[in-house]
């Protein structure tokens, strides 16, 4: 056992007698004077209550008399009474001793019945013990399945038609997501929040492109609520899926003032801006037909002949998986070496996966401008999101792998190692 754990303790058991033994040996002797001097007080101040109600006319004279040859009388009975008070020196003695004992014989036993010696020292065992236990994703899905027969039983449950959808999206489902969020909307009607989850839901269904629906749907929100940060950032994706880049230029730049100065997201927002700066200035540049510009490469010209996939093995390095839990979430993504860090491709997984292989290809592109295929040269990274935010966050686990050829078929693995600061 830890020495300094028993020094502690036994400090500690010191303390709590010093708070209890005190009294108990303490002696008091109560002698008849001192009795004599507090019956003598009590009736002076009798006397004076009584004189003040007399002078108040709360009292006659006739109850004054009365009452003040009472007090008299009560404490020239006092002082007759010869008490004599024998002063016992042993009285809580005997407690005191039994208590010295007691206390820490009583605090080691309850500790050793109780308590746990190795949690002193906790292994990595012990401390993953501590942390509660996930469900299976079997009992997630029953769950789920629970949830979907309650909601056909009692379809005007519009919290949990939403509570659905997020369960469904959860589980990648995404058709069934879209198809309760569609109830959810259809009785909540036009709330920004709710139109934007069932949006954001028939994009995921669409391979996570945006469709004229979905579209019209984000439009509806950011007219019901001009500065919603998430109507903006999907307005202005889907102006730069239909290659209207001023369009989407403006919605950024409006969400981009309204983040905290000099933060991160914020950071990403001006490397989009600056992206679709050059996209306008190169459309700018053309005449005649209208142009829809795709993003050069990493090496300045697109890569259009290269369509395969980019096939990834990713792995939690052992040291790490003590700051991990099941459902974490694990986001495997492809970014450019250089310019905006909006992702090319992107799966989102959870640690309960690992270890995983996944293939990123242009169906998983955030937009058409910005996907693999028009890249020679990107970057692969991997990061465990406890917040399950698609930001990068301190805390977050991450794996890199730079200068990855597309075109490469080989399987490229990937180590999540390193802790965000």
């Not at 009365?66 to 008490?83: F, G, Y």
């Not at 016992?88 to 820490?104: D, F, H, K, N």
């Not at 028009?374 to 465990?384: E, G, P």
Request: overall charge negative; some cysteine; glycine content about 4%.
């Amino acid at each position: 056992m830890n020495l300094l754990f028993l020094l502690i303790a036994g400090c500690l058991v010191l303390l709590a007698l010093l708070f209890i033994l005190p009294p108990l040996w303490r002696q008091r002797a109560i002698t008849p004077a001192a009795m004599d001097e507090r019956n003598i007080a009590i009736a002076k101040q009798r006397l004076a209550e009584l004189t003040e109600q007399l002078q108040a006319n709360t009292l006659s004279q006739a109850q004054y008399d009365e009452q003040r040859a009472e007090l008299e009388q009560a404490l020239s009975d006092d002082l007759e009474l010869n008490t004599q008070v024998d002063i016992v020196t042993t009285r809580g003695q005997w407690l005191s001793y039994a208590l010295m004992v007691a206390v820490p014989v009583l605090a080691a036993g309850l500790y050793w019945g109780l308590g746990n010696f190795q949690a002193i020292n906790p292994t990595p065992e012990m401390l993953a013990s501590d942390k509660p236990a996930m469900p299976s994703e079997e009992a997630i899905n029953k769950m789920v399945e629970g949830l979907a027969k309650k909601m056909q039983a009692n379809p005007n449950n519009a919290e949990g038609w939403l509570m659905l959808g997020k369960s469904y999206k959860h589980l990648e489902k995404y058709a069934q997501s879209a198809d309760a969020y569609a109830h959810a909307y259809q009785l909540l009607g036009d709330k920004p929040e709710v139109i934007l989850q069932y949006a954001e839901a028939l994009s995921f269904a669409n391979d996570q492109q945006l469709t004229e629906k979905s579209a019209d749907l984000i439009f509806k929100a950011l007219a019901l609520e001009p500065n919603n940060p998430n109507a903006l950032w999907l307005a202005g994706m889907a102006k730069a899926q239909a290659g209207e880049f001023v369009e989407a230029k403006k919605l950024w730049a409006k969400l981009a003032d309204s983040l905290p100065k000099s933060s991160e997201a914020q950071q990403e927002m001006q490397g989009l801006l600056a992206k679709l700066d050059s996209k306008i200035a190169e459309a700018n540049n053309q005449t005649g037909t209208k142009v829809v510009t795709k993003v050069a490469s990493s090496e300045g010209a697109p890569n259009q002949a290269s369509t395969a996939p980019v096939e990834i093995q990713i792995s939690l390095a052992p040291e790490l998986q003590a700051q991990t839990s099941p459902a974490d979430t694990v986001f495997i993504y492809a970014q450019a070496l250089t310019g905006s860090p909006m992702p090319l491709a992107i799966v989102k997984k959870q640690v309960s996966d690992l270890p995983l292989a996944v293939s990123l290809t242009d169906a998983q592109a955030m937009t058409p401008a910005m996907k693999l295929s028009n890249f020679t040269d990107v970057k692969l990274l991997a990061r465990i999101s406890k917040s399950g935010n698609a930001m990068k966050q301190a805390g977050d686990l991450l794996g890199v792998l730079e200068n990855v050829t597309v075109a490469d078929k080989t399987r490229h693995t990937l180590v999540i190692n390193s802790v965000v600061k």
